[in-house]
């Protein structure tokens, strides 16, 4: 529920972003390509600022938050694979355990965010685009 609620809120802001600029500050015009750009645009800015919320609150305000992750991942893992060996367990959860570092989670959130922002731009700005030739008609 999370994850649905963050990506419809994602789209929401992206189409908000993109009708502003298109009604208010382009004329009632925009092609494809700049609504694509400037809806990854915004999608990054806002990854920015997230990634850096997540450093904060990871760094700073609940330290005992990745703890909580690894061993979360350790019960997934052995629920879901019940005879992987200790060397794979421990390897998995090394591995995660160096991905779930800070600095790391601030990299991975707003590579992800950016793309997620853009994979929505491009389906977005297909209904938000306006052509030159109804523009002219009015």
Do not use: C
Request: net charge negative; glycine share 4%.
């Amino acid at each position: 529920i999370p994850s649905l609620l963050s990506n419809i809120l994602t789209v929401g802001i992206l189409i908000y972003s993109i009708i502003q600029y298109r009604d208010n500050h382009n004329n009632a015009f925009i092609t494809y390509g700049f609504a694509v750009k400037l809806g990854t645009t915004v999608a990054f800015f806002s990854s920015v600022i997230m990634a850096f919320y997540t450093f904060i609150h990871i760094s700073y305000l609940n330290p005992d938050s990745i703890s909580v992750i690894l061993n979360t991942t350790e019960q997934s893992i052995l629920e879901t694979q019940p005879e992987i060996s200790d060397e794979e367990l421990d390897l998995a959860l090394s591995m995660t355990e160096k991905l779930m570092q800070p600095h790391w989670m601030m990299i991975m959130g707003m590579l992800a965010g950016t793309f997620m922002g853009f994979i929505y731009s491009l389906i977005i700005s297909i209904f938000l685009r306006t052509k030159q030739s109804s523009i002219n008609s009015n």
